[in-house]
């Protein structure tokens, strides 16, 4: 089991900025790629960025260049760090991370999801 926790979501003003952290505890040595994805109401949740397998950033996921994500091992804790506001990205920001167990062989994925943090970005 992984576990993982959000925190540093808010309101913010458009052109302000916001880091999000997400703790993971648990099994954290399993973990082999993380990332964040938001959801606004009445919307389908979409990926904002993500980390590849060896923990660089995957570019297809950027978010529009004003969104950075990057993970401290050490803390078992993944960031994103969001510049550059605009009201459209108000959103629940939710935390992801895949985790992998057994060998090689007969490995065996489980998908792990935070609860969520509010981002409100006012005009």
């Known amino acids: 089991q992984v576990q993982l926790v959000e925190s540093g979501g808010g309101l913010v003003q458009a052109g302000g900025s916001l880091r999000l952290s997400c703790a993971t505890s648990g099994r954290v040595r399993s973990i082999s790629a993380m990332g964040w994805y938001r959801q606004a109401p009445g919307k389908q949740r979409e990926v904002v960025a993500a980390?590849?397998?060896?923990?660089?950033?995957n570019s297809a996921y950027f978010g529009k260049g004003r969104f950075t994500i990057w993970r401290d091992k050490a803390a078992h804790t993944a960031y994103l760090q969001m510049n550059n506001l605009e009201p459209e990205d108000s959103a629940v920001y939710y935390c992801?991370?895949?985790?992998?167990?057994?060998?090689?062989?007969?490995?065996?994925?489980?998908?792990?999801w935070g609860q969520g943090t509010q981002v409100t970005v006012s005009s």
């Open positions: 980390l590849n397998s060896d923990w660089s950033t």
């Open positions: 992801y991370a895949k985790s992998e167990v057994g060998p090689v062989e007969k490995v065996v994925t489980y998908d792990y």
